[in-house]
């Protein structure tokens, strides 16, 4: 049994790096809109709910570095390196949270997609700071702000819309146990 749900999760990882890699496709003739929307964000919040943190963890640290490796989208430095560590900190923090959740429910997924998302965007200015101060280059509290907050609410939004909705729909397929209390799960 713990050797199906492995494989399943591992399957699940590949699925989730693929998509991390061909979403910005729909997006990628104009640069702008993909950097509102964040369309590689969407499958790694999906991954470590989905698969646990530590998948969540690992592919969103090679998704950015692979797309980047790939097609020259983003640029490797500082974007893709810094997007990294953001993407890495989204699946395991929000992999780590919902993992410890006792019911898995709606209201667990934002409580875990939130501090996930607030935990990715810190991670990405500190790597932003330090990958623009080697090169002697600062990284502004207003560039900060911008890249961060201001210029991604439209993809905060779809994140915070469609995760849920996503989650909902697989749960009432019976793909993932959802709506479900662990205790009670467990103790059959």
Not at 38 to 48: D, T
Not at 67 to 82: C, G, I
Not at 101 to 114: E, N, Q
Not at 145 to 168: D, K, R, T
Request: hydrophobic share 55%.
């Amino acid at each position: 049994m713990k050797r199906t749900k492995s494989i399943q999760n591992l399957v699940l990882a590949a699925l989730f790096l693929a998509l991390g890699l061909m979403l910005p496709f729909l997006t990628g003739q104009i640069p702008e809109i993909g950097s509102m929307l964040l369309p590689m964000h969407l499958p790694i919040l999906l991954c470590g709910l989905i698969c646990g943190w530590k998948y969540g963890l690992a592919v969103g640290f090679i998704v950015p570095l692979l797309r980047s490796f790939l097609f020259t989208m983003p640029p490797m430095y500082p974007a893709a390196v810094a997007m990294a560590f953001e993407l890495a900190a989204y699946g395991c923090i929000v992999g780590f949270l919902y993992g410890h959740s006792r019911w898995k429910c709606v209201k667990a997924v934002y409580r875990s997609m939130i501090p996930a998302m607030i935990g990715g965007r810190a991670i990405w200015g500190v790597a932003m700071v330090i990958l623009l101060g080697v090169r002697g280059g600062s990284f502004t509290l207003a560039a900060f702000l911008s890249g961060a907050f201001l210029n991604a609410i439209p993809g905060i939004i779809l994140q915070l819309v469609l995760i849920p909705v996503l989650m909902v729909a697989l749960g009432k397929a019976k793909m993932i146990p959802f709506g479900e209390n662990k205790e009670v799960k467990t103790a059959e």
